[in-house]
């Protein structure tokens, strides 16, 4: 199925005026959005990341590559404290994440409650959908804005119909996971995401379940996000979207950024001889 292209309208400008929407201030592209400094995680005495380094600014496209077992997926994970990481900060627009200063020179781990809040300012895609198996596509879409924000349900219901039709669903309303296929619950997996409307997008391999017909499917609607000015940090090996949508590329080897490059000079004139044996590979 070839999807339709939407309109030239911003996401912004185009999302309903609801309660169900969290009203954020826009923010400046080329402000910084996101933080990470010296973020370091070990399974066992198996390193995943080694002093990460990472700015974002608001806008921004990033896409993350390397080998399985490189560090990518444990890198998102690690932004919004899914996994704890051994040492380093994150930041949201300066306000830390899972851990923050305090005046002493010491560090206070948030609350559960402070960091389910601070959570809502990420949204996360993973590879396997988490779809509530016993809800419709509208209820899986409506149900982080009715349960966590508190908003009318009649609210949150208008707010997942605009969402599925964002993500080409709208005649799916009604059907529960089983009764989609793998690209159309990962799609709704996207809505669910964007119903928190959040200020940074995670997807950690959102294709690598999906045939390559599916796949097209959910990388258009990724594509569309990145066209309308999502920021977002895309672990994927679909390297079309990588040239076509990206802003940055990093390459990741052994739990390390080894190279950051626009997408154009990482595929043409990688700086790293791993970037180059990766791309003998993929290309």
């Given amino acids: 199925m070839k999807l339709s292209p939407l309109n030239s309208v911003s ?23 996101l933080q990470v400094h010296g973020l370091t995680k070990s399974f066992g005495r198996v390193p995943a990341l080694v002093d990460v380094n990472l700015n974002v600014q608001a806008g921004e496209k990033v896409v993350l590559l390397g080998a399985s077992g ?18 380093g900060t994150v930041a949201i627009e300066g306000e830390y994440l899972g851990r923050v200063p305090q005046s002493n020179g010491q560090w206070r781990t948030d609350s559960p409650a402070e960091l389910a809040i601070k959570r809502q300012q990420i949204g996360m895609v993973f590879q396997s959908f988490n779809l509530f198996a016993h809800l419709r596509a509208l209820d899986n879409v ?17 707010l997942a119909h605009y969402l599925l039709d964002r993500v080409h669903l709208s005649h799916h309303a009604d059907k529960y996971p089983w009764q989609l296929s793998g690209g159309e619950q990962q799609r709704v997996a996207i809505a669910r995401a964007l119903a928190m409307n959040p200020k940074l997008m995670l997807f950690d391999e959102p294709t690598s379940a999906l045939d390559p017909c599916l796949t097209h499917d959910v ?5 569309e996000l990145a066209e309308e000015g999502m920021t977002m940090l ?35 004139r990688p700086q790293t001889d791993a970037a180059q044996r990766f791309l003998s590979y993929v290309l």
Avoid: Y
Avoid at 11 to 33: K, M, T
Avoid at 70 to 87: F, H, I, M, Q, Y
Avoid at 219 to 223: A, E, F
């Fill in 234 to 268: 895309v672990v994927t090996h679909e390297v079309r979207f990588a040239h076509q949508a990206a802003d940055t590329v990093l390459f990741m080897e052994q739990g390390q950024l080894i190279e950051r490059n626009t997408p154009t000079n990482f595929f043409h």
């Fill in 142 to 158: 409506a149900i982080g804005p009715r349960k966590v924000l508190k908003r009318p349900p009649a609210a949150c219901r208008d």
């Fill in 219 to 223: 990388m258009q609607v990724i594509q």
């Fill in 70 to 87: 490189s560090g990518k997926s444990t890198l998102l994970r690690c932004l919004n404290w899914l996994e704890v990481p051994d040492a």
């Fill in 11 to 33: 996401f912004n400008q185009r999302q309903p005026n609801i309660d169900a929407n969290i009203d954020r201030p826009a923010q400046e592209p080329g402000s910084s959005l």
